[in-house]
């Protein structure tokens, strides 16, 4: 199966500052990725997404880069704000392209 | 829409109780999975539903049984629980296999 995982369990930044979260995935078959975002006491949340036939995606304040050569991929979220605390989780299709392979996540943490 | 429902949100049982955790989704999902959640372990699935109709084992399936009742509805029974099924349980669904997952709130499980 896929195995996606996180270069750091916890990330502290200053509010305004922009943040950059780590994922790192084994499987070169792979084509599809998705980040998650799971605030205290809540079920986690979709953010973003991205095929492999893309190297960048952005949404709101939030890009996906996608680095082939070395299976990484990252979520970059500009102007941090409080309300980006939370764990975030990347996701690939495990083999059989059933179901999603989850990293353990990585907390984001956002002083003012 | 409602997205993704589960009951109930909280629940303590003692060993060797048994109960069922109830999940429902009205977005049409074909796809249905439940994942636990432990601390730094991340999400793990328990069982999925491809399709109503079928059910499948997935990462940690021991101690616990599934039922997809319809299309809509995705059950999860503990038999007789144990106090390492003490986590947090999330019910999620998708169109279809590796893809974006939609997940409920979550119930919070203590086996005393």
């Known amino acids: 199966g896929e195995n996606v995982g996180l270069h750091l369990p916890t990330l502290s930044v200053q509010e305004g500052d922009n943040s950059i979260i780590n994922c790192a995935y084994s499987n070169s078959a792979s084509d599809y990725f998705i980040w998650y975002k799971q605030e205290s006491g809540k079920g986690p949340q979709f953010i973003i997404d991205?095929?492999?036939?893309?190297d960048k995606r952005q949404g709101q304040r939030v890009t996906v880069l996608l680095n082939k050569t070395v299976k990484h991929l990252s979520l970059q979220i500009a102007a941090t704000q409080p309300g980006d605390s939370a764990v975030y989780f990347c996701?690939?299709?495990?083999?059989?392209?059933?179901?999603?392979?989850f990293g353990k996540g990585t907390m984001l943490l956002v002083s003012p | 829409n409602a997205g993704v429902t589960q009951t109930p949100k909280f629940q303590v049982l003692k060993t060797g109780q048994s109960m069922t955790l109830q999940c429902a989704q009205d977005?049409?999902?074909?796809?249905m999975y439940w994942y636990r959640q432990d601390p730094g372990m991340g999400l793990r699935l328990i069982y999925y539903s491809a399709s109503e109709g079928t059910t499948d084992k997935g990462e940690v399936p021991n101690g616990y049984n599934v039922s997809r009742l319809n299309k809509r509805e995705f059950s999860l029974r503990l038999e007789s629980a144990a106090p390492s099924q003490t986590s947090v349980y999330f019910c999620a669904s998708s169109e279809e296999g590796a893809t974006i997952q939609f997940f409920g709130p979550g119930t919070r499980l203590t086996v005393l």
């Open positions: 991205i095929r492999s036939n893309m």
């Open positions: 977005m049409n999902h074909n796809s």
């Open positions: 996701a690939g299709p495990n083999s059989g392209y059933s179901t999603l392979t």
